[in-house]
Each structure stands twice: as C-alpha cells, then as structure tokens.
C-alpha cells in the first residue's frame, strides 16, 4: 500500500503561506506565553472564539449526495417540528446544513446552533439559543439582565428565548444540531414550549443521537411532525453509486455495488471510509474516470457498524506513514483544530501540508467556520484516534502537547478550551488561574452552570483549589444544577478557609461579604429558612453598602422564613422594607415576588380577597414588563389559585392553578409550592381526568425539599376526611408519620405546627373517634395562632372544634364556636373551609335561629346567609326579601345580565332537582352547585330557591327560547 506523504503544495488549509520556519521549542514558548497571557489579564472571553461553529453550519468541501431524507425535506412543506434521530454516522449534520442552505436560498431565516460536549445542560443550550438571536439581524433585542436572586428560578432564560423567538416577524426555522448532547432533565420543558409556545411561524428541525424528550404522538396530532430515523437517512444503491463517481469511479459493476451495498449496509459512514480507501489503493494521483475498485478492500470487514469502522479505519491509517499517524492521534486530543495550532501544539513544521492533504482526500475532516480555518474530526475517527492514541501516545508527550494547546488558547482569550486542554493536561497551575478569570462570565453571564461545575470538580480532583473569586459562582453554579447539598458543603469548605487564613487578604476581603448572602441563597433552595432568617437579619443589623436589590431580596427573605413560621407581625415589617428598597431597584421580578410574599401572608390572616387584589395588580404589572410567559407569573398563578379557593370562587381557581401547576418543576419556593398544591388537592374533585391529577402533583411536589411531599401528605389526608375515606386517610396518614402527635413531632427537620399539617392530625383524631383529645390539641393551637394572627388557622380550627362537639352532642357549644369562626373569616370572604365542613355545618346552620348567632353587622348575618344557601337551608325569612318585594320597572331595569350556567341552574332547580341531581347533571360536585347557585342568588337579589324562581319568573327568564 502507498505511504501518502505531505504534498508539496503551497495553500494551507487556513488559505495563507505555509510558514517554513523552525520548530519552535518549549523554552521559546513559555517565555512569550507570560507576556501574552498578561495581555488577557482582564479575562474577557471572545464571543467568537465561544461560539466558532456552533451558530453557523459547517461548510462542507465535498458535493451532497441526495438521500430520501433530503429529497423529502426539500420537496415538502415543513412540520413544526422535524426530529432527525440516528447513531453517528448517518450524516444529521450533513443533512441539517443542507437543508439550511436550501432554506437560506429561498431567503427564509435561519438559526443554526450545534451542541458538543461542553453543552450538556440547559442553560448552556439556552446561551446559543440567544447566540443565534442575537446574530439574526431582525431579532428583536433582549435587554433584560438576569437578576441574581434566591428565588430565580432557572426558567427566566426560558422565558426571554421563547419571547424573543415569538417576536421574530415572520417564519424562522431553528435548526439544532446534536442535541442528544444536552442531558439536563429540563430539556424536555424547553422542547414543549419551543414546539408549543413558540408562536404559528417558527419551525424546528433538530437532529439528535437519541429520541427526543417529548410526546411526538401529541406534536403530530396538533401542530404536524416528521420523524427521521437511520432508515431513512442510509444510502441506497443510487447514493453510494453517486457518492463513488464523485470520487472518481465512474464504472461500477452492479455486483460490485451490491457487494457494497450489502457489506455497508448503506450506512453512510462506511461507505465514505471505504471511498478514502478505495481511493488510496488506487493512488491519489490516479486520474478522476475508469477508476477501478480493488476487490481486496472489500474483504476483511464485515458485521456491525462499530466493527465496519473499525477495519475500514484502520486500513486508512495504514496508508499514512507513521509521523502522519502520531501528527494526526496528537491533534485529535483537541475538540477543534486549525493550521497554526496544530504546528504550535505538535510542534511539526508539516502541520499545514498534512492538514491540506487530510482536506484534499475529504477523510473525514470537517470546516467548522465559514473561513475554513478551523476543522474538526468526524465522531468516528476522532474516537478511533483517541484510542489509537491512549495505546501509543506516551503521557509525558500528551501532556506536553495538552499543556501548549491551552497556552495556545489562553493567549488569544479562549479561556473555555484553554481550561478544557489545562484540565486534560492537567496543568493544575493554569486551570485554576484561567477558572478565577472567567467564574463569572462562564456562571453567571453564560449560565454555562454544569460546564463550570465539571471544570471546579477536575480541579480538585487533579489537587487544585477553588480560587477565592470563583467559590461564590461555584456555590450559586451548585444551586442551580440543583446540587443543594454538595453546595453547602462547598460553601463550608471555603468558609474553614477564611477563617483559617489559606485564602490570601486581597481575596477574602473580596468575599468574605458574600458568604452570609450565599448562606440566605442556600436556606431558601434546602428548606433550612432558620438558618436563612438568622443570616438575613445578622445581615440587616451590620453595616453592608446599601445596594436596594441586595436590600430588598435579604430583607424579603427575612420575611419569607417568618411567614413560613407564623410570625406575621416581624414578616409585615419586613414586607414594608423590602417594598421600599426593590421599588428603588426597579426589578419587576423582585417586585413580583414581594407581592407573592404579602399574598401568602393575607391568606394566613384569613384575608383572601386582599390576596386576590394584590396578585391580580403584580401579575398585570410583571406581565408588561417582562412578559405573559415569566416564571414568576407561573409563581403568581399558583398562590393565586389558593387565594380564589379560599374565597370559594373553585371554577376561577382551575386556569391559575394548571397555569401554576405546568411551570412548578422549575420555580417558585416550599411556601409557594404549598399555596399552590393546597389549591390543587381541593379542586381535584372536579376534574378528576385534568391536568390536576394526584400523580401530577406527587410529581412536582417531588421536585421541591422532603418538606412539601409531606404537606401534600397531609393535603391528601384532609380530603380523604372530607370524602369520607377514614381508613384511607388513616393508611395514608402512617405512611407521612402524620398518625399520632408523637410521629408529628419527631419528623427530622421538624414540620411548622400551622396550616395543612396541624389540621389534618387534629382532623384525624376527630375522624378517629378521638374528639376530647382533639379538642385539647385544638386549645393550644388556638392560644399560638391568636397570637402570631394566624387567623385562617383559627377559623379552620374553630370548624374542627365545631365537628367535634356536634360528634359528641354539644350544639351549644358548636354553635358558639362557628359563631366565632364566622366573625373571623367575614371581612376577608374565606368561604373555602366552610364549604368542606360536611354535615356538622348543615345540622348547627339548622338548628339555629338568627339570634342564636347574636350578629348585629349586616356582612356578618349576609354571611351566615350564604353559608346556608351553602348547605342547601332556606333562608332564614329576614324582613325585606326580595321576593317579597314587588317588581316594580325600575328593578326590572336594574337586574344584572345572567350566564349561561346561571340561566341554566334556573332551569333545572325550576324542574325540582335537588343540589346532588344538579352535581350530577353539570358534572361537579355538590359545593361547587352551592358556590354557584349562592353567586346566582347574590346576582339577582335573593336568599332562597323560592325567592330566586318568583324573581325568574316576574322577570320571564324561565320562558323556553
């Protein structure tokens, strides 16, 4: 076989003279490397040399040979969503650029981005996707700064992509190449909304090494998609034949090409290696026409695809001599490749010529820029040459070579391959110099999070040491990879260090201020708001620069920790300051989660309706200023949801609480999610095939700190009770430890004796049989949340202690204590406790005369009114009746337009069916005919049934249309 040697031509790769010079030695190259790296010493990465070929597709040298997949690309109208999926090999990033340039010559808009192995999560993905964005000359500008806050939750990039990408004018095809890559299990949430929220005229087409992490069945029902698989992307007869002639052999015998084809496969990999193959057994120089295909190429291989590439490589290097072969096994250590490089890194004088040669044969060299200076191997050979090279590179040379690429890279300010080649070297020294320089840009502007832990973690592991201005972005990078325990870890690590001395001055100086705020962020992400509460305030009492964001989000977060405690006095004073300071900070986002923060407080005083005014104004304000599809408003949906509930307004509460419930995965904190899941679990009855299921809600409450499964738990419980499932809830009761006060308390951290877990362990006692106990339990819970304020809790505690005493045949006292409770939950409308109260409200309610009650405010008596139209019991003949009144034309005039439900349910209580005939009838449940025939009667001016029909009829609306 020939040895192929570097030809004497004169054009390099990169399209510049082929430098003849000497080689350079190490001596020489450490000595510029100094004065160079100073040069950079600001740390400025190049977005260039981040994004070189992976915003643009690879221009590739050889003519494209048509396969079904392209023909069907180029011939049909697109999908939404194309999904190209097939092992290395089947030419996806071939396919994807020609397709590209078809579009381009058409003159639609493209976005291209290509993954590699530095973009294995989210955050990574999402910076290319704004790379792509920003390069498109007509993509509307994202001038939103992410914000550095305890509660950003990782989807606010999400939501600036998506509302970018929903401003394009016009129709955008975003090709992305390689996405098996990314492995961030939030990736399927991005494909949703790229597929479902991205607006009628954008179009994906996305190629990918594995199945792609969405419902491809439901994107083909609703919006259209094309699957692509390795069957369709193989070469058939007339491929491989074309791609043959292309290399000059134009007479190819039809058994021969059936030898092929049956020993390929068609796999378009193979067949390529096997035409650099036949092309050196036949000479390079040969001429282009009556090439002849030597039938030993096509005798030791056979099989699989790895065993394909295996043999038909090896035969390919064997026609390369041997410095040729170590040149080649010493640039493939690097991801990417151009001519000066691979002479500064090799050290080889024929680093251009080989590299042209390696072009000349197309052997499988690809440009990754539209200059063809910089190149990549394909996948195969490249894996083939690295383990060639783990076999006959010795480690004092790899070394050597990995040492020179980095400097090589960190002297032009490519700091991210620089620290790849340090860490691979490694070269412990200048990895964690370069990790220092760019923690920020790579953490924080980039959010390339997982990329920057990977490097931190090879660090240690090869005896590094986090530097001092990087340990803070390692700790936040940890949080937002959702390694809450490893980040706290890593936070009292370098916390030993300042306090041993090993981190010089100038460097502890810098951050030893921002440990406490690390500490806050830490406490909010693992449920440990005590620890978060004593660093707020400790933080709040020294002397920090008045920064109104750093302000506003510790003082918030102060408030956060007392409001999850029931300490709503301390939580309001600290509301009102952080108000203060983030209204100077102009963050809406900030602002947003202040008025979440003063929500959750109004539904602990029993104030829903305050709730629902000030979650409505934050959504409607949030919403202009960075967009309808913001995490936060996600956040805002779901505490809203809760505040709907409690007031009984359950058919308003469906759309915020899926709105909430679709984006809980990836925002909002334990309070929230507890609002929001709280909401969830009481309309459950309702929809019982709708989004709101149980394994959708086990699912996010999964997702958040052990805390909120155990408040699911006790949700759970209490709407087993509600329903009558006593030993249900008691089985479910065991298995969250909510049994018996003593596993209450013993649960490791412990739970907050407040809301849904205080009362489903008094409400299983009563269920139990166990009233006088649970009665005891309730006296003391009662003296605690009197004096937090805790008035939701009173009301909801009242109520147990109601049940209790009509359990054991006290009416007197059952009616003084839902006396009591409705005096509390009046001024703020909470209805939703008293609406699942079951038969122990109906009996007191109607044993009870208007007096009984001993209420003089007209709200009140209103109230109570409500309540029994609530239970189904007349009203109680209050003088002034509406009913009783005569219909005069000025009332007439006067009467509200009716719904088309409301006309409805007079209709059908008109035909005499009782409040269980009409849940059956519309498909809901008894409370929700209550709530909506109370909202009926309030509309019209009545109190009762009787009243509400003589009003329908005065008026005619019972007349059939």
């Not at 190429?297 to 064997?318: K, P, S, W």
């Not at 490249?382 to 040379?397: A, H, I, P, T, W």
């Not at 703020?828 to 409200?841: D, E, H, S």
């Amino acid at each position: 076989m020939k040895a192929i040697s570097p030809p004497a031509s004169r054009v390099t790769v990169s399209g510049h003279e082929n430098p003849r010079g000497s080689e350079p030695s190490d001596d020489v190259a450490d000595q510029h490397f100094g004065a160079i790296l100073a040069e950079h010493s600001a740390g400025r990465m190049k977005r260039d040399e981040w994004s070189r070929g992976r915003l643009a597709p690879p221009g590739f040298g050889f003519e494209c040979v048509p396969t079904r997949a392209l023909s069907q690309l180029q011939a049909d109208a697109l999908p939404k969503l194309t999904a190209v999926c097939a092992p290395p090999g089947y030419g996806k990033t071939v396919l994807l650029s020609r397709v590209h340039e078809h579009l381009r010559s058409r003159g639609e808009r493209c976005l291209w981005l290509s993954l590699d192995d530095r973009d294995r999560d989210l955050l990574s993905l999402l910076a290319l996707l704004r790379g792509a964005l920003t390069q498109s000359a007509d993509a509307p500008a994202d001038e939103t700064e992410v914000e550095v806050l305890p509660f950003a939750d990782p989807g606010e990039m999400m939501d600036r992509v998506i509302r970018q990408i929903r401003l394009l004018p016009g129709k955008t095809v975003v090709l992305i190449d390689n996405l098996g890559l990314c492995e961030d299990l939030r990736l399927s949430a991005l494909l949703e909304r790229l597929v479902f929220d991205s607006g009628p005229e954008l179009r994906l087409i996305i190629s990918s090494n594995r199945a792609l992490p969405i419902d491809i069945v439901r994107v083909k029902m609703e919006l259209g998609a094309l699957e692509l698989r390795a069957e369709h992307l193989c070469f058939d007869c007339v491929a491989t034949r074309r791609l043959l002639q292309l290399a000059g052999f134009s007479s190819l015998d039809a058994t021969m090409l059936d030898h092929i084809q049956t020993q390929t496969e068609g796999w378009p990999a193979a067949v390529r290696l096997l035409q650099v193959l036949m092309s050196a057994e036949r000479g390079i120089d040969a001429g282009p026409v009556q090439g002849v295909i030597p039938a030993a190429v096509l005798e030791h291989f056979g099989g699989d695809q790895t065993d394909i590439a295996r043999v038909l490589t090896n035969r390919v290097m064997a026609g390369i001599e041997p410095a040729g072969v170590q040149f080649l096994m010493e640039i493939a250590l690097v991801r990417e490749f151009s001519a000066e490089l691979a002479q500064y890194m090799t050290g080889s004088v024929q680093a251009h010529a080989w590299l042209d040669d390696l072009v000349l044969r197309n052997m499988l060299i690809f440009p990754v820029d539209r200059n063809r200076r910089w190149f990549r191997f394909h996948t195969l050979l490249r894996e083939y040459l690295l383990n060639e090279g783990q076999e006959r590179l010795d480690s004092v040379r790899r070394r050597d070579v990995l040492k020179r690429v980095a400097q090589w890279h960190a002297s032009r300010g490519d700091y991210v391959a620089a620290i790849g080649c340090a860490l691979d070297a490694p070269d412990v020294e200048l990895a964690q110099d370069l990790i220092g320089r760019v923690a920020r840009q790579v953490a924080g502007d980039r959010g390339q999070m997982t990329l920057f832990v990977q490097w931190v973690d090879r660090l240690l592991l090869a005896g590094g040491r986090v530097p001092a201005e990087a340990q803070g972005w390692y700790v936040w990078a940890l949080c937002h990879t959702m390694q809450y325990e490893r980040a706290r870890l890593a936070l009292d690590v370098f916390d030993r260090r300042l306090q041993q001395g090993t981190v010089p001055d100038t460097d502890a100086s810098q951050v030893s201020a921002d440990l406490p705020f690390l500490r806050m962020v830490l406490g909010v992400y693992l449920d440990t708001l005590d620890v978060a509460h004593a660093e707020a305030l400790a933080w709040l009492a020294s002397d920090h620069p008045n920064d109104p964001l750093h302000t506003g989000t510790v003082t918030a977060i102060a408030a956060m920790a007392e409001i999850d405690c029931g300490d709503l006095a301390d939580a309001q004073q600290h509301l009102d300051r952080a108000e203060g300071a983030i209204l100077r900070s102009q963050s809406a986002f900030a602002q947003a989660w202040v008025a979440i923060l003063r929500a959750m407080a109004e539904l602990a005083r029993a104030r829903p309706d305050v709730a629902d005014r000030l979650l409505i104004e934050a959504r409607a304000n949030v919403a202009a200023q960075i967009g309808e599809d913001a995490g936060v408003v996600a956040a805002i949906d779901f505490v809203h949801a809760r505040a709907l509930v409690d007031s009984g307004r359950l058919s308003e509460a469906l759309l915020p609480a899926r709105r909430g419930l679709a984006r809980a995965h990836d925002h909002g904190v334990v309070m929230s999610a507890e609002s929001g899941l709280g909401a969830c679990v009481a309309l459950l009855p309702d929809q019982p095939e709708d989004a709101l299921s149980e394994s959708a809600l086990d699912r996010i409450a999964r997702s958040y700190p052990p805390r909120v499964l155990r408040l699911l738990s006790a949700q759970r419980v209490r709407r087993q009770l509600r329903l009558g499932n006593t030993q249900e809830a008691v089985n479910l009761a065991e298995r969250c430890n909510l049994l018996t006060p003593r596993s209450r308390h013993a649960i490791d951290p412990p739970m907050r004796a407040r809301g849904d877990w205080l009362l489903a362990g008094i409400e299983l006692l009563i269920g139990r049989g166990m009233c006088e106990q649970a009665l005891n339990e309730i006296n003391e819970a009662m003296k605690v949340a009197q004096a937090q304020g805790r008035q939701h809790d009173r009301v909801e505690l009242l109520l147990a202690a109601m049940d209790a005493h009509v359990r054991l045949g006290d009416s007197t006292k059952a009616l003084r204590v839902l006396s009591m409770a409705i005096s509390l939950a009046c001024p703020g409308q909470l209805v939703y406790p008293f609406m699942v109260c079951g038969n122990a409200l109906g009996k007191v309610l109607d044993s009870a005369g208007p007096r009984d009650f001993g209420f003089v405010h007209p709200n009140e008596v209103r109230f109570l009114e409500r309540l029994r139209a609530l239970v189904g019991l007349p009203d109680m003949a209050v003088p002034g009746d509406a009913a009783a009144t005569p219909v005069g034309t000025e009332q007439k005039s006067a009467l509200p337009a009716l719904t088309v439900r409301e006309t409805q349910l007079l209709h059908l209580i008109n035909e005499g069916l009782s409040n269980q005939q009409l849940a059956d009838r519309l498909s809901l449940t008894v409370p929700t005919v209550k709530w909506h025939l109370n909202n009926l009667y309030t509309k019209i001016g009545v109190r009762s049934r009787s009243a509400a029909l003589a009003k329908a009829r005065a008026y005619g609306l019972l007349v059939q249309p």
